[in-house]
């Protein structure tokens, strides 16, 4: 056997798988042949160095990993298991979670309580039944607040017959030009610093508690005016532009309580009241109409006629009842009523007065000129102004007095 | 465990009707063999534990499939020869691999003489790095064979192909092998 053959079986001699027949021949090659047999001793080395290397243990929770897995694999988790497993980090975790998201949840709640009770005062029932009456009744008033409505509707029924169709006019035409456009009401709003940004609807408007024409409601009532075409030059709007006073948001007015303070005709204290007693009537959903309505017709100025503050504040010191609260409210009936002259259009005046005055006031229009109308409102059950507080809401419309003979067309005589 | 005493087929069987425990047994049976086989195909501990790991977890999945026709050994040293390589082959593109015999506890080391336990490593060191250059599929016959002591029929069954293309294959690793460790060998004489 040579060199070459013997190579073929050296495989069968390292792994002792050798057949008997060829194990003598191989060895007796192997001892005479120095190169064969150098080469089986290498590969055996080789063979011996392999099967030297040590074993290794695997890691210790090997096992337990693995079952972990093939656990896992024959069991996917289910959903609540996903959710809560394992309990001690993920219970804590959600609870830190939930309880975070409650504690900005009331954080955002408390920061805008005004804002949803405006919301929820923006469509009571109340005037929303009375507003389809009204659309039923005059389409032309259909965009009139709900206390036009019902200032208009109570008028008639108060006296249908004497009521003078200027009046029924005026009443149509002033009020809804004191609506403010809801973006320019969003924008009085937002324009006072650190009020918060509310949003009212046209059916929200109403008067303020007290209104005062002062020069901040005039330039106010101006920017507030909804309807363009009111503003004419000539129109009633621009004759009430001035000191016309402007039903306002409730929000708006009772947040405007506060820069205006210098000029409003209430002390402090009242406003303040005025301002809760708005805030409540906000968050009960219901909008405050006047206590009480009046309308006169003014007088024909005379030359002696002196202005009516001064006439009356002589009366009231003739009668020894001073009132400082009343003497603003005086000033602005004097005011309308000279602008009333002035304009020849009628004026109207939202009056806040303690309630034991009214008979007072009373008196002292009738000084001006002739009550022609006086209409007593009800106050709503939900009024809670006009039940909690000793204060009413009066709404004053002033109209200028009628053209004298000598001013009439001439009348062809009877005679 | 109450299957310890009960084969690899018995096991099977009742993995495949649903019992996850018993494999609990193949993994503890076999998981030795087949950490080694990997560890020295990738000459890397932490990577032979998890490509070990994963051996035994695509076992369970593809137990329903094993028919029976093969040891289950047989069938295990496969799908751990195919992570093998492919590992093998993702961390030759990534990185030249290091060999790492610090962690490894040696078993067959009764030296207790210092100098003969670093000549030791020394030897390991070099057997390994010679499989790591190795062809990959010389290096899984020489340890099939040589370290498993796994029979031809079953390297040929393994590695799908004849008995005699496994003998000439291995001897042609062999040959391999010893070229790589010659340098070694050639110290070794002249030491002597």
Request: glycine share 4%.
């Amino acid at each position: 056997m040579n060199c070459e053959e013997v190579q073929k079986y050296l495989m069968d001699s390292l792994d002792k798988s050798l057949g008997l027949e060829h194990v003598q021949e191989i060895e007796e090659h192997l001892g005479g042949c120095a190169l064969c047999s150098e080469e089986l001793a290498s590969l055996a080395a080789c063979q011996r160095l392999v099967f030297s290397l040590p074993a290794v243990d695997p890691p210790a929770n090997f096992t337990a990993r693995v079952m972990a897995e093939v656990r896992e694999a024959a069991h996917p988790p289910s959903f609540w298991e996903r959710l809560f497993v394992p309990l001690q980090m993920k219970i804590p975790l959600q609870a830190t979670a939930l309880l975070l998201i409650a504690v900005l949840a009331a954080y955002v709640y408390q920061k805008e309580p005004l804002q949803q009770e405006s919301v929820v005062a923006i469509r009571p029932e109340r005037f929303s039944s009375k507003q389809n009456e009204t659309d039923k009744a005059a389409p032309s008033v259909a965009q009139a607040p709900p206390v036009d409505s019902r200032t208009t509707k109570a008028a008639k029924e108060a006296n249908p017959g004497a009521l003078p169709q200027e009046f029924i006019d005026a009443a149509q035409s002033k009020e809804p030009e004191a609506l403010p456009k809801p973006s320019e009401q969003k924008k009085n709003t937002e324009s006072q610093p650190g009020t918060p940004a509310t949003t009212l609807a046209p059916e929200q408007v109403r008067p303020p508690a007290t209104l005062t024409p002062t020069p901040n409601s005039s330039k106010l009532s101006e920017a507030a005016s909804p309807r363009p075409e009111k503003s004419s030059p000539s129109g009633p709007a621009q004759a009430t532009g001035a000191l016309a006073p402007v039903p306002q948001t409730e929000t708006d007015s009772a947040l405007r309580g506060a820069p205006a303070a210098g000029k409003s005709m209430l002390s402090p204290e009242p406003r303040e009241r005025n301002v809760a007693s708005s805030l409540d009537a906000l968050s009960s959903g219901t909008v405050l109409p006047a206590d009480h309505e009046l309308a006169i017709r003014l007088k024909k100025p005379t030359r002696d006629d002196k202005g009516t503050a001064d006439r009356l504040r002589s009366d009231r010191a003739q009668v020894e009842r001073q009132s400082s609260t009343l003497q603003q409210e005086e000033k602005s009936l004097d005011q309308a009523r000279e602008r009333a002259i002035e304009t020849g259009e009628p004026q109207t005046v939202w009056l806040m007065i303690p309630r034991n005055q009214y008979a007072l006031l009373k008196k002292d229009l009738a000084g001006l000129g002739n009550i022609e109308m006086e209409s007593p409102i009800l106050a709503n059950k939900n009024d809670t102004v006009s039940k909690s507080s000793d204060r009413i809401r009066i709404r004053v419309t002033i109209f200028p007095p009628l053209p004298s003979a000598s001013t009439l067309p001439s009348q062809p005589s009877t005679r | 465990m109450f299957a310890e005493g009960i084969g690899d087929a018995e096991c099977v069987r009742r993995v495949q009707q649903g019992d996850t425990d018993s494999f609990e047994v193949l993994v503890q049976r076999h998981q030795k063999a087949i950490f080694n086989l990997v560890y020295r195909l990738l000459g890397d501990y932490d990577e032979a534990a998890e490509v070990a790991q994963e051996v035994f977890l695509s076992a369970f999945k593809s137990i329903q499939h094993f028919r029976g026709d093969a040891n289950f050994s047989t069938w295990l040293y496969r799908i751990g020869l195919n992570h093998a390589s492919t590992r093998r082959k993702s961390l030759n593109s990534a990185q030249q691999r290091h060999i790492s015999l610090e962690g490894m506890e040696v078993i067959a080391d009764g030296s207790v003489d210092p100098a003969k336990s670093f000549e030791h490593k020394e030897i390991q060191e070099r057997v390994q790095q010679a499989l790591n250059n190795l062809d990959p599929a010389d290096a899984r016959l020489i340890l099939l064979r040589d370290l498993q002591d796994v029979s031809y029929e079953d390297v040929a069954e393994m590695l799908g192909i004849p008995i005699g293309t496994v003998k000439s294959r291995l001897h042609r690793a062999r040959q391999a092998l010893k070229a790589t460790l010659a340098p070694y060998f050639q110290t070794n004489r002249k030491a002597s």
